[in-house]
């Protein structure tokens, strides 16, 4: 048995765990620099626990995707002051005119959003606020899974009829 | 080219149960269309075959491809998926004449078994009809098309996974509906004659272009998702939703109308109503009897088998791989997750032997380098004794199996080398001294912890170590599978083939393979979990479901399974580090023991004699306690291993890439600067619900089925398996609740750099 300092990285792994889709719902938009900032977050409505969040970056002139910026992400929790920092890739998204990185939402509440971009040694910041409700149940997450068994059981309770049926015609 | 339409073509959102799902319907389109193709040839066609090919390929396109991932940002993308779903992919699939190919690709048992009693039931097949009736499908696409496109619905699809996919299945299904009839899935009858498809269609076509021109035409974004999205490349949210309506209205009627066009030519040829042939009854559902497959008789793999020292190759390589990890183990870092022996047997051995049982069998035995020394020892010295008649039994094993699955817990081995690596050498040491002393295979038979695990798991196997055609047997007289002969010894664990069941005790070391003269050992398919339902003796085990000892060490391998993945849990392991505080313990070890004699020992012990205490009381008359008891225990194994596989298969999915680096430092004897974290895939919570899932079923399935032998009739043998079912539950459900807390991802680095 180990110590409970391994919690946290318990926490982390799960955090990892969920590979969420990244797009999702439109929590921010926002022109900043020569950008236009549009702030993704999945799974919606934004809850508590693991989440994928996504940034789509955009010329002002005419709305091209800008793929070769580099952006990190500061989340800080405006209830206990905690602090998530990320920086999103293409590589994590699926869709790959995004930038997207997986964190973890530890607790509901209003979280302040800071995105900084970086592109050809210009840095370009822009602030957000986000509402994050509680944490859905996982096991609701799953319930096609928990549910396959009854289904299964029915069926073949269904089959056992048909045979006997079967048997006395 | 272009760095953003490059990115656009890369955005592909590969899930991989909807890539299973189709991989699994090809495969068995093709396994069923190769065999129609024989008898009816000119009804599979090669063009049936690409039919089907592609309409899989199109529900790809709309499900997988930049498609689906852009659905979200530009209506004309959704819409593109929602022709695709609808005009597309259900024609294609129809077209190769699916529902033959796909009923003779399932294997056997589950064709005339389980879908059998559903195929001939005439209400369903009333249903059937009803549902693909022109009226009743034209009506249930016209509506799925318009209520979906409701703005309510249609945004709701969009902020909600599980909506969207209910959206996209009522499409897929109600155009399977609809394109039935205006295709003639044959065996069905038609309902209508085939001209009447022409105004089928084209009413089709008169709803799809309402609701076109609606979109076309609009003056307001009408899904104000669309609004609010970003807009690519500058194109209007309105502009968006009038290219998404010239979408629906032009390819669209194409796909109506076309089709009705080539029916009024059909119809209109003279004399073509009467070259239209009768279908053939359908003599192609016919199944004929056949050899089971045989693992041995496969081209490549079969002969690989077959080869004479193949076990000693992969016994040497094993025992390099085990000496490696004891070096390492004692001499290397004693660091977990930078030693080979805090790596290669908890993540990944583990992980791997639990796949191989339940995809081959007990293929752990066959390459155990443990018994390898003491082989070639027995060249020089025989041994001379036979194991005490008293301890043949499984006693032994089970408490030593139960010993180390405390020990494992309390001491952390999986977080110790250096215990790794004592234990590897203790075990070549103990195999080495028992079989040096006792003849045959005596302590895989009688001692082996592992051995054991394997042994029950291997019950739930689809591969069995058996004799191909029994009538071969009642000929021999020599018995050389089990005897030997000057060539080859015979089965060590005296399994005699003829009168084997299952694969308990079966090492597949393939010596009776090489022994029988006849050749007529092979490694069948065999139902996994039949011979849990067995009541007959096997030779060298008698009957296995009245030996207390199986029972016991089936049931220390059941709930140890729970009992060994809730261990590494959040709650749990808050749990015990609580009470050792209140406690005030020097270490958590008191409290594991007592945990793990209460959940390994006395908890099930209890379990298992109430429930069997019960069903006595509900069995027919003559039923005894210990019968009932020792059968019903056994039908747990399939949800146990259902635990072992998800626990498992979790370390390792989730720290496969940590042996990399490890085995380069082992080499190189330099510290890589940075190692691979545990990463866990979205869809490994799946794949071990899925696993749960399966190994209740099976649970349950063999509970029915044994609970007719001790009742008269279906309601007392509902009330007999009662209890067990209901204990069967009570483990699925822990079972899920471990599967969904978080893990302590033990023997990656993450994890131990956390601890320090």
Redesign the interface.
Known sequence: ??????????????A??????D????QL?KEAGPF?I?VFTA??PLSAGPVDISL?L?NRN????V??ASVSLILRSEASGAEIQARPT?EWA????LYAAPVTLAEPGKWQLDVTILRNGERTEATGTIDVARAFE??SS?WS??A??PL??VL?V???R??RR?AKR | MDPVAAAVIASWSLDPKLLCLLLALAALYLRGWLRLRIELPRKYTIGRLAAFSSGLLAVLLALASPVDTFGTLLLEAHMIQHLLLIMVAPPLLLLGQPVLPLLRGLPRWIFKDALGPFLGCRELKQLGRTLVHPVVSWLALSAAIIVWHLPRLYELGLHSQAWHGAEHACFFWAAVAFWWPVIGVWPSRPAWPRWAMIPHLVAADLVNTGLSAVLCFSDHVIYPSYQLAPRLWGISALDDQSAAGAIMWVPGSIAFLVPAVILGMRALEPGRARTIRPMPRVKALRVSPRLPWDLLRTPILGSILRFRYFRRCVQAAMLLLAAAVAIDGFFGPQVAPLNLAGVLPWTHWRGLAVIALLMAGNLFCMACPFTLPRDLARKFAPPRYRWPRQLRSKWIAAGLLAGYLWAYEAFSLWDSPRWTAWIILGYFITAFMVDSVFKGASFCKYVCPIGQFHFVHALVSPLEVKVREPAVCGSCRTHDCVRGNHLQRGCELNLFQPKKRGNFDCTFCLDCVQACPQENVGILRVLPGASLREDRPSSGIGRLNRRPDVAALALILVFGAFANAAGMTEPVMLWIHQWHARLGFNSTVPIVTALYAVGLLIIPAILASASGWVSRRWARAGASWKDLTCTFTLTLVPVGFAMWLAHFSNHLVAGWSTAIPVVERFFSRVSPSSFPQAWMPGWLPSLELIFLDLGLLLTLYAAWRVAHRFANGERMALTVMSPWAGLACALYAAGLWIVLQPMQMRGTTMMHGMMH
């Not at chain 1, 048995?1 to 799960?14: A, D, S």
């Not at chain 1, 797009?23 to 439109?26: E, K």
């Not at chain 1, 005419?62 to 995707?65: A, I, N, Q, T, V």
């Not at chain 1, 699926?94 to 005119?97: D, E, F, I, P, V």
């Open positions: 048995m180990t110590n409970p300092k391994l919690l946290l990285p318990v926490t982390v792994i799960l990892q765990a969920s590979a969420l889709a797009g999702g719902a439109v938009r236009v549009t799974p919606a789509l955009q005419g709305l091209e995707p793929l070769d293409r699926q869709n790959k005119l996982m096991a799953y899974y928990i396959f068994p299964i059981i073949f269904i089959r056992e048909l045979i079967k």
